[in-house]
């Protein structure tokens, strides 16, 4: 573990400092939010369902949600690949049907809820499960990724 004030390695990118880590998935978050809740609120104005063009909007967020966590918040340093792409939209989508059956739920248990406010109170669920996917699933393989089962094992060792 480093010591306090020096960086984290998060991921297999170059080493980051918690206040980056944190503050890149928070940034990648508040983007994400904005870009679905436009295409939200553009495809119900244009008389869209709102369960119908959620997914649409999920769908654009998605892109820029991993295009900025690959980058700020585990300081991707390869190149973007389809194979990672792949992963990330596993662990987006699952994040997300989460959030689209809280979404949901919202809207039909208290159906004068604007779908905006219900966006917001289903993303914040859906965030947990994003981070940990994210931070387990994703962008912790690689070759400089730290291995725990390596140090697991070398402690019984000795």
Request: aromatic fraction near 12%; hydrophobic fraction near 50%.
């Amino acid at each position: 573990m480093p010591e306090a004030g020096q960086p984290q390695q998060w991921g297999w990118g170059k080493p980051v400092s918690r206040a980056r880590h944190y503050g890149g998935f928070a940034l990648a978050g508040m983007l994400a939010l904005t870009t679905d809740g436009i295409v939200l609120e553009s495809l119900t104005g244009a008389g869209w369902h709102p369960l119908v063009a959620r997914p649409f909007a999920i769908a654009m967020a998605m892109v820029v949600s991993w295009l900025v966590n690959r980058r700020i918040t585990f300081a991707m340093q390869s190149r973007p690949s389809l194979r990672e792409y792949g992963r990330f939209a596993a662990v987006s989508w699952s994040a997300q049907a989460v959030n689209y059956l809280v979404f949901g739920a919202i809207l039909i248990a208290h159906t004068t809820t604007p779908p905006l406010l219900a966006l917001v109170l289903a993303s914040l669920v859906a965030m947990f499960v994003s981070y940990f996917g994210f931070r387990y699933g994703v962008f912790a393989h690689g070759p400089e990724a730290p291995d725990t089962r390596a140090a697991t094992s070398s402690r019984k060792e000795t």
